[in-house]
């Protein structure tokens, strides 16, 4: 399987902040790599896929970046209704999909 | 709106079986591949199982298979996953999801574009 590792695990930022969070896949995956948002208690949210492509919907505050096996998520401008657990997943390996650990962004 | 709802975790002991559901309204739901995934505590998503569309093809995640059956009923719009000799690893929020293939550039690229809120299995004596 392919093995997806994801940094930091949490972080702390303030609202208007610029933050960004890293995915490395263990082989290359191109750039079938995508991120979710996730709240406590709701369902996970698709907001970057294919690396960099914007979901509907999604502020456009939020991007990704990357290819191969390292990836990023940025947020510009920290809104209060951002934070959340962002995590990756790579979809190279269909369906056999895997996801990277999580990172919790708090409010500093 | 497209909307997921599962069902059935519980508390059960190693060996037991559960059975949960996903409910699915506000989209084709026969037109669509669905997933489980599931997520241990404190720890990252793992992806379990899918099912076609029209129910003939299944995927597992090789510690669940032959332990864990995903079927589905498209007159009733509802996912199932049979989990039968239930491990303590086993024990995790379970959540349905909806697969749809995104076209970036000339690459359709798999997503989870809709999740249901989880159900949580608990499996220990």
């Known amino acids: 399987d392919i093995q997806m590792t994801q940094t930091p695990s949490s972080l702390s930022a303030s609202i208007g902040d610029r933050v960004t969070i890293t995915c490395r896949a263990s082989?290359?995956?191109?750039?079938?790599l995508n991120w979710y948002q996730h709240k406590p208690g709701k369902p996970p949210r698709l907001v970057i896929y294919?690396?960099?492509s914007l979901q509907s919907e999604v502020p456009s505050r939020f991007s990704g970046s990357g290819s191969g096996t390292n990836f990023t998520l940025t947020i510009t401008g920290l809104q209060p209704e951002d934070f959340a657990t962002y995590f990756c997943?790579?979809?190279?390996?269909?369906?056999?999909?895997?996801f990277g650990g999580g990172t919790k962004l708090e409010i500093k | 709106e497209v909307q997921l709802v599962e069902s059935g975790g519980g508390l059960v002991q190693p060996g037991g079986s559960l059975r949960l559901s996903c409910v699915a309204s506000?989209?084709?739901?026969?037109?669509?591949?669905m997933h489980w995934v599931r997520q241990e505590p404190g720890k990252g998503m793992v992806w379990v199982s899918r099912?076609?569309?029209?129910?003939?093809?299944?995927t597992y995640a090789d510690s669940v298979k032959g332990r864990f059956t995903s079927s589905r009923d498209d007159a009733k719009n509802t996912l199932f996953l049979q989990m039968d000799n239930l491990r303590a690893e086993d024990t995790a929020v379970y959540y349905c999801?909806?697969?749809?293939?995104?076209?970036?550039?000339?690459?359709?690229?798999?997503?989870?574009?809709?999740w249901g809120q989880g159900t949580l299995v608990s499996v220990s004596s």
């Open positions: 997943q790579q979809s190279q390996s269909n369906p056999h999909f895997t």
């Open positions: 506000g989209f084709t739901f026969r037109s669509y591949w």
């Open positions: 999801a909806r697969a749809i293939g995104l076209v970036a550039g000339v690459t359709a690229h798999w997503v989870f574009d809709s």
């Open positions: 082989q290359t995956i191109t750039r079938f």
């Open positions: 294919a690396a960099s």
């Open positions: 099912i076609s569309g029209d129910g003939t093809t299944t």
